[in-house]
Nanobody, 117 residues
Framework: VQLQASGGGLVQPGGSLRLSCAASGSIFSINYMGWYRQAPGKQRELVATITTGGSTNYVDSVKGRFTISRDNAKNTVYLQMNSLKPEDTAVYYC????????????WGQGTLVTVSS
C-alpha cells in the first residue's frame, strides 16, 4: 500500500484547508484509514479515522471542526479542516491499517499545516 498526501499549507486562524490522501497498491486489504498529526516537540496523535464502512472517529479537540471522508472510486480519503486554530499547526500524516493476524500500518509522507496570522 502506498499513500500520497497533499493539501497542507499556511492558513489564518478561523480558516479552512482540505487534506487528501490517495491510496494505491493492495488497497483491498485496508481495514481503515486515518490522519495523525505531530506538532513540534510533541508526540504524534491520532486525529480522525474512517472505516471501509464509513464509520468515523475523532479526537475530542477537533470534533465539530474536522470531517474525515472517503471517495472509494478514487481510493482517496479527505480531511476537511474548518475553524482552524494555531494549535492545529502540525505535520499531518495519512495512515492506512490492515488487520491480518496482527496490525500493519502504512504511512504517507507528512504534509505541513501552519495556522498563523
Amino acid at each position: 500500500v502506498q499513500l500520497q498526501a497533499s493539501g497542507g499549507g499556511l492558513v489564518q486562524p478561523g480558516g479552512s484547508l482540505r487534506l487528501s490522501c490517495a491510496a494505491s497498491g493492495s488497497i483491498f486489504s485496508i481495514n481503515y484509514m486515518g490522519w495523525y498529526r505531530q506538532a513540534p516537540g510533541k508526540q504524534r496523535e491520532l486525529v480522525a479515522t474512517i472505516t471501509t464502512g464509513g464509520s468515523t472517529n475523532y479526537v475530542d479537540s477537533v470534533k465539530g471542526r474536522f470531517t474525515i471522508s472517503r471517495d472509494n472510486a478514487k481510493n482517496t480519503v479527505y480531511l476537511q479542516m474548518n475553524s482552524l486554530k494555531p494549535e492545529d499547526t502540525a505535520v499531518y500524516y495519512c495512515n492506512a491499517v490492515e488487520l491480518r493476524g496482527r496490525r500493519y500500518d502504512y504511512w504517507g509522507q507528512g504534509t505541513l499545516v501552519t495556522v498563523s496570522s
